[in-house]
């Protein structure tokens, strides 16, 4: 991969051992004695129970920039696992990679905005509007539906509205859901859930680390306050898990700061809509779904007005280079038949059909740089094993 700037061609290739955000849960309930289909890629020491906290947006480079601004967590970084989170590097994809422990070729939730096939139209899978039946658009069974029916006492802990949402569904469902709003909140939560079994998984959702970043970007003092007090009560909640818990954090993604001046408005260059059927994706890693017979045409289009501030290719070829990992016949015709990744501080926006605040936001993500793509695995072993 390469970093966000400058941007220099293509970015490098990742090696094939190199661990994913779809590794983690998979290695934690081996860790926990639950058997996997195939022999998981990490591998954690035996615990008798587990709690993970998903921290949106908590990029490796970004934390490693701010380790100073967090004690607790610095001290998981000189032995923690550098993951990627796969591609897009988004929250909707990586919530499909997290909660099933499959790539995005698999479990079919390829990006923000992506097409029903079926009736050739697009969705936003964070809100999931309008969406597909969730169980049908993702019918493999996730690592938490895994666990509970080996025994382990499954809970999930986050807003009230992520209950029976699309996307948890999706990508999430299995075990007790357990509503709580506050960060304090979440952590009674779970210190709760992981003292009520002695084989307990909990998993912890944190959001408004990821918001400080679009809204006020990830060189703001909002973002590091914010890191601030996630630290603190993460170290709270190491402090007082059972001495046989193993407490793990990682991310969805990373972000970067995208100025103003660098986004491309297609409201005002509608010669890059030539050929497009539907634009899906996101700002900085855009789905086009093209015309038939266009894609060629659409790709030289974006690439010339681009040039190296991003990388232009067609399905085919970012399917072949194992982006989304091996891609089920199903899944295919939902990822865009060209995709533009920005490779520097660029976005492309539409403000013809954006809502304003879409437009207002600083910090992005969804592309293919080391500083969006790159995120933690920190890991504090059970004191007992």
């Given at each position: 991969m390469s970093e966000a700037t400058p941007a220099h061609g293509a970015p490098e290739p990742l090696a094939p051992s190199t661990l994913h955000l779809w590794d983690v849960l998979p290695a934690v309930v081996s860790a926990l004695g639950v058997g996997a289909p195939t022999q998981p890629l990490l591998t954690l020491a035996p615990t008798r129970r587990a709690v993970v906290v998903l921290v949106d947006g908590l990029g490796e480079q970004l934390l490693r920039r701010r380790a100073g601004h967090a004690p607790f967590l610095r001290t998981g970084l000189e032995t923690a696992y550098g993951l990627v989170c796969g591609y897009p590097s988004t929250t909707a994809t990586s919530m499909g990679s997290f909660g099933t422990g499959l790539p995005p070729g698999a479990h079919g939730l390829v990006g923000y905005e992506m097409l029903v096939p079926a009736e050739d139209r697009i969705f936003n899978a964070l809100s999931w509007q309008d969406g597909p039946d969730a169980r049908r658009w993702q019918p493999e069974p996730t690592v938490f539906e895994r666990a509970e029916r080996a025994?382990?006492?499954?809970?999930?802990?986050?807003?009230?509205?992520?209950?029976?949402?699309?996307?948890?569904?999706?990508?999430?469902?299995?075990?007790?859901?357990?509503?709580?709003?506050?960060?304090?909140?979440?952590?009674?939560?779970?210190?709760?859930?992981?003292?009520?079994?002695?084989?307990?998984?909990?998993?912890?959702?944190?959001?408004?680390?990821?918001?400080?970043?679009?809204?006020?970007?990830?060189?703001?003092?909002?973002?590091?306050?914010?890191?601030?007090?996630?630290?603190?009560?993460?170290?709270e909640l190491a402090a007082r898990v059972p001495p046989d818990t193993t407490v793990l954090v990682t991310a969805d993604h990373g972000m970067v700061d995208v100025p103003f001046d660098r986004r491309i408005d297609l409201a005002d260059e509608t010669e890059l809509l030539a050929g497009v059927r539907h634009v899906g994706g996101e700002p900085r890693a855009v789905q086009l779904y093209t015309q038939p017979g266009a894609s060629g045409d659409v790709a030289a289009a974006w690439q010339s007005r681009l040039g190296e501030d991003a990388r232009v290719v067609c399905r085919a070829d970012l399917v072949a280079e194992g982006a989304f990992g091996p891609v089920s016949d199903t899944v295919l015709p939902r990822i865009g038949d060209v995709l533009v990744n920005a490779t520097a501080d660029i976005a492309v926006v539409d403000s013809s059909r954006m809502r304003p605040e879409l437009l207002r936001l600083v910090g992005l993500h969804g592309s293919v740089t080391l500083a969006e793509a790159s995120i933690p695995l920190l890991v504090w072993p059970a004191r007992i094993a």
């Open positions: 025994g382990v006492a499954v809970t999930r802990i986050g807003p009230g509205f992520f209950d029976g949402s699309g996307l948890t569904t999706a990508a999430l469902r299995g075990g007790d859901f357990v509503a709580a709003q506050e960060l304090s909140a979440r952590v009674e939560a779970a210190l709760a859930a992981v003292r009520r079994s002695p084989r307990a998984l909990v998993y912890l959702y944190w959001g408004d680390l990821d918001k400080a970043g679009h809204v006020h970007g990830v060189d703001s003092w909002e973002w590091t306050a914010e890191l601030e007090r996630i630290d603190a009560a993460l170290a």
